[in-house]
Structures are given as structure tokens and as C-alpha cells.
């Protein structure tokens, strides 16, 4: 009688603690609600996010199997910018969205690789007008971070869309960082 109970009492402990562990959905559901409160990012930024996701490798064994590898984000922006005003919001924004995973101490230990970089991200941002349409030719419609390479496309009155540059990260970087160096010459502080 009481080995039953003993193997009963096993069992429910058994149940229980499997039940109480990290799963596969815990970061799953982090990630998400991450991406979800990221109310001050888009304020900082001056952009409305429109879609999320993140992306687990569930293909390999743990620890890495249960850990975030990529998110995934789209952002709506109100401004009208050409290419090179484009490319700096989008590397200032990807700048700070890293320093907001990388910062955050809930979310580190769900990430597979810290600290987390521009690699792990499918970052885009969508530009329209105050009516909800596509900028059209003059300014950039979207830019998108999608593995190392930046895409940068226009919307042409006809509803159609066509990818006018294309630049990878380091570049779109490296162009950013003179520009602003630029400035700093041209106008020293006192």
C-alpha cells in the first residue's frame, strides 16, 4: 500500500516538475510579448509597429533548440524620406532595437546568442502617407534588413513596387557613420 502511493507520489511530482520547466512555448510567448511592448522603441522612433514574430530552431538539439534566433519586425513610418535619410533611420532604428534586446535582462536568457546582432534581425520599415498610402516615387516606400543586405524599394502610382538599391549592413553603416562624422566637422561644437 504504501509503495502505491510512493510511485503515486513519484508520478504527480513527475507530471508536475516537467509542467513547471522552460519550454519551447516560454520562448515562444517572451519573445512575442517582447516585440509586442515595444511602446518606448516606437516612440523613441518615430514609427507604429504593424507585424512581429520571432523564429526558434527547432531542427537542433538544446540549449539551442529552445532559444530565439531571429525577430522579426515590420514598422510603419508617417516620414517622407529619400534613399539617404531612409538609410540612416533605418540604421539608427536596427542601433537602437539592439541596444533594447541586448538591454533587457527578461529577454537575454531566452536569445541563443548574446549579444544579440543585426544578423539575427528581419527589420523593416514601411513608409506612408497621413491617409494610409504608399509614398510614391520621389521618397522611399520601404527599407528592409533581411540576413546582411538592405533593400531599398519605391511604390509607383499604379500600386506597383520596385527595389531602387540594395547595400549590406556594413555598408549602409559605414555610409551613416561618415555622414554623421560629416556634420561634426562641418559644424564643431564651441
Not at 516537467?18 to 514609427?47: A, I, W
Not at 512581429?52 to 524620406?81: A, C, D, M, Q, W
Not at 549592413?169 to 561644437?189: G, R, T
Amino acid at each position: 500500500m504504501k509503495i502505491k502511493k510512493y510511485i503515486l507520489l513519484f508520478l504527480i511530482l513527475t507530471f508536475a516538475s516537467y509542467f513547471l520547466n522552460v519550454k519551447p512555448n516560454d520562448f515562444y510567448k517572451r519573445g512575442n510579448d517582447f516585440l509586442k511592448n515595444s511602446k518606448k522603441f516606437q516612440k523613441e522612433n518615430n514609427l507604429i509597429l504593424s507585424g512581429y514574430g520571432i523564429n526558434l530552431n527547432e531542427s537542433i538539439e538544446t540549449p539551442e533548440r529552445n532559444s530565439i534566433h531571429k525577430f522579426y519586425v515590420t514598422f510603419f513610418s508617417k516620414e517622407k524620406l529619400n534613399l539617404n535619410a531612409a538609410r540612416e533611420k533605418l540604421i539608427k532604428s536596427i542601433g537602437n532595437f539592439l541596444a533594447k534586446i541586448n538591454n533587457d535582462v527578461k529577454i537575454r536568457n531566452y536569445i541563443y546568442e548574446y549579444p544579440f546582432n543585426y544578423k539575427g534581425l528581419h527589420f523593416s520599415i514601411a513608409f506612408y502617407s497621413e491617409e494610409g498610402k504608399p509614398r510614391k516615387e520621389k521618397y522611399i516606400h520601404s527599407c528592409t534588413l533581411a540576413e546582411n543586405s538592405i533593400y531599398y524599394k519605391i511604390a509607383y502610382p499604379n500600386g506597383t513596387f520596385k527595389r531602387i538599391h540594395e547595400e549590406t549592413y556594413e555598408e549602409a553603416l559605414k555610409i551613416v557613420e561618415s555622414q554623421k562624422s560629416n556634420k561634426e566637422i562641418k559644424s564643431p561644437s564651441e
